[in-house]
């Protein structure tokens, strides 16, 4: 089985910094592109940040500048450095990978999630 474990959400005020990490577990023959996810309270999930395998990264305007994705592919684990943080990144933060698993002859390539961390930035 393939697990995403999230860490490193937490409550910070207006102007601070976060860091998420987010480790893949399990057996997997590789993993192409990484990112993260977020659902704020009453809106619809939105895709933060992502990063091909090959390092390339993409973010949505409103962390341009602000966030860094970065992954360590030696550690299977995608991170989301997060700085002067404002009121309005506060929600519940996703990683997801797209990974190629082994089965029998074969391979499947699916996406996978993490459970969640929530992020909380008092003003």
């Known amino acids: 089985q393939v697990h995403l474990v999230e860490s490193g959400g937490g409550l910070v005020q207006a102007g601070g910094s976060l860091r998420l990490s987010c480790a893949v577990s399990g057996t997997i023959f590789s993993i192409n592109a990484m990112g993260w996810y977020r659902r704020a309270p009453g809106k619809q999930r939105e895709l933060v940040a992502k990063i091909s395998s090959g390092g390339t990264t993409n973010y949505i305007d409103s962390v341009e500048g602000r966030f860094t994705i970065s992954r360590d592919n030696a550690k299977n684990t995608v991170y989301l450095e997060m700085n002067s943080l404002k009121p309005e990144d506060t929600a519940v933060y996703y990683c997801?990978?797209?990974?190629?698993?082994?089965?029998?002859?074969?391979?499947?390539?699916?996406?996978?999630w993490g459970q969640g961390t929530q992020v909380t930035v008092s003003s």
């Open positions: 997801y990978a797209m990974i190629t698993i082994k089965v029998l002859a074969t391979t499947l390539e699916g996406d996978y």
